[in-house]
């Protein structure tokens, strides 16, 4: 990718990515090469931790070393010189794309960013009061109807018409017509469903890209309807990161801007089998559709052990306030065993890779600004003191959620939206994993172990007692 004019970032991240190395071992893993034979023979505990559910191809996470690889790429070679749409080629597709491969994707990608019909549906509910995943989900469940609703076998979602409006321009409902609903028209959603016989409907390559576009779009919409403001004409000049940011602030970023919010699509956008991505496979793996798969994964990102850590990361961090705080705040965290927001990890017992690149990009972009440069320094003075006292005795270390939420809120993003914007991203991995899954699908259906009784006798509901035995 040409990254001229964000040379400064992409030196951030390599020498971010030259630490790393320094730190760790470069010694080449044997277990990605090494053949499984099922069934596989190994320990696995509570919430399936260490049961190998499948191959892939997709992406490595060593969490002793901190390493993190998609398709075999280091995730800081792919920060320093790739792209969100490349690493969606590459998490789809298994390789590197060429320059018309991108191009066709990047076409895909502009023509499935125009989802007027899921919008105007989505309006109809009030947005503003609900949960922003609660949205998201919704929003995705409109999208399925919106590729279903033609009951014809080969349909595919039709680019419409763009229409080069902002929010003031999209015409509302201004006299009471008798609609249940209000109204909101956009040019050309009369030609949007075309029958064109090229892929099903709710599967497939274009289903994922549909998605990938759709979440952003969805997102974006989300937080605007919270803000009381109407949604945005995506912008089919600006790349996946620049028209997130202009969708969801009205604002066109910086090339830096940009570049930092591309670079945190590509860190957040896969993970291995994390809880999400598993829920969304094993709803794939019944032969329900990417839709409700990707909802599944909605779901499951949305619980408080999965995403939204960062959030609470910057509530931690305005909580201690400044600096001289850091010691006494962390010395009284210790005494009560509180968890630090934004350190420790399942996988990673090293310095979490992604927090590696996104440290000095939280600093570059707080640079100037008094109050998110304050956040900055707090957040680095208690860094150093986790990492001499729970990093020595326990391999505790930040992981990506500890500067994540600066880095968004410097872009503009308020911490309630930071879980949607992680799906932004990781629904790169969960469609791509889905697509590698169901090649050599078999359903899901691991066993509990019955410890319940054996030998109960049925009572009428008349002579049962509330009392417990
Ligand atoms: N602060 C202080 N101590 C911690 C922390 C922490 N953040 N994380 C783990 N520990 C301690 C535990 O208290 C435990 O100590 P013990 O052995 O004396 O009982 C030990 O380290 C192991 O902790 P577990 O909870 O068993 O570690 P696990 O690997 O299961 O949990 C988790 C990982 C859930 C991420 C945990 O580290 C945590 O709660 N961190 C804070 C929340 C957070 O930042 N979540 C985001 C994770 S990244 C992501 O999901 C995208």
Redesign the pocket.
């Known amino acids: 990718m040409n990254h001229n004019k964000t040379k400064k970032i992409t030196d951030l991240v390599l020498k971010a990515g030259k630490t790393a190395l320094a730190e760790t071992n470069t010694k080449r893993e044997p277990e990605p090469t090494k053949s499984i034979n099922w069934p596989v023979d190994c320990v696995v505990g509570p919430g399936l931790e260490g049961a190998i559910a499948c191959e892939s191809k997709i992406g490595y996470v060593n969490g002793a070393k901190g390493w993190l690889l998609y398709g075999g790429y280091n995730i800081f070679d792919l920060c320093a010189y790739s792209s969100f749409e490349e690493v969606c080629y590459l998490l789809l597709y298994g390789k590197l794309p060429t320059t018309i491969q991108l191009a066709l994707l990047k076409n895909k990608l502009i023509k499935y960013r125009n989802n007027h019909q899921t919008l105007r549906a989505l309006m109809n509910f009030s947005v503003q009061e609900m949960n922003p995943m609660a949205a998201l989900r919704l929003g995705t469940n409109l999208m399925r109807n919106t590729t279903t609703d033609v009951n014809l076998e080969g349909y595919v979602p039709e680019n419409v018409e763009v229409i080069s409006a902002d929010e003031d321009s999209i015409p509302m409902e201004t006299q009471p017509l008798g609609q249940e609903h209000a109204i909101y028209e956009f040019p050309g959603e009369s030609d949007s469903k075309k029958v064109k016989g090229q892929v099903h409907p709710t599967t497939g390559i274009d289903c994922c890209l549909h998605l990938i576009s759709g979440i952003a779009v969805l997102s974006a919409a989300i937080l605007r309807l919270r803000n009381g403001y109407m949604p945005l004409e995506p912008d089919p000049e600006l790349s996946h990161a620049a028209n997130f940011i202009y969708m969801a602030t009205g604002r066109r970023p910086s090339p830096e801007e940009e570049r930092i919010m591309d670079i945190t699509l590509i860190l957040h956008a896969d993970?291995g089998m994390?809880a999400s991505t598993f829920a969304a496979m094993v709803v794939a793996s019944t032969l329900s559709d990417m839709y409700y798969s990707v909802g599944s994964g909605i779901a499951a990102l949305n619980g408080p052990?999965?995403?939204g850590?960062n959030e609470?990361?910057l509530k931690m961090l305005k909580e201690i306030d400044s600096v001289e705080n850091v010691k006494p705040w962390f010395a009284k965290a210790r005494a009560n065993?509180?968890?630090?927001?934004?350190?420790?990890?399942?996988v990673y017992k090293a310095y979490?890779p992604r927090a590696r690149v996104l440290a000095p990009l939280a600093k570059y972009l707080s640079k100037g600004n008094r109050k998110k440069s304050s956040l900055f320094a707090v957040a680095q003075e208690l860094e150093s003191q986790?990492i001499a006292t729970?990093g020595v005795e326990?391999r505790?270390f930040p992981?990506?959620?500890?500067y994540s939420g600066i880095v968004y809120s410097c872009l503009g993003i308020p911490p309630d939206m930071f879980t949607t914007l992680?799906a932004v991203s990781r629904v790169a991995g969960w469609t791509a994993r889905i697509q590698e899954y169901l090649r050599n699908n078999r359903i899901f259906r691991p066993r509990a172990r019955y410890i319940g009784p054996f030998d109960m006798h049925y009572v009428p509901i008349a002579r049962r007692s509330a009392k417990k035995k």
């Open positions: 993970h994390n052990l999965h995403g850590a609470q990361v065993k509180q968890k630090i927001m934004g350190f420790g990890h399942r979490d986790v729970l326990k505790i992981n990506v959620d500890f992680f």
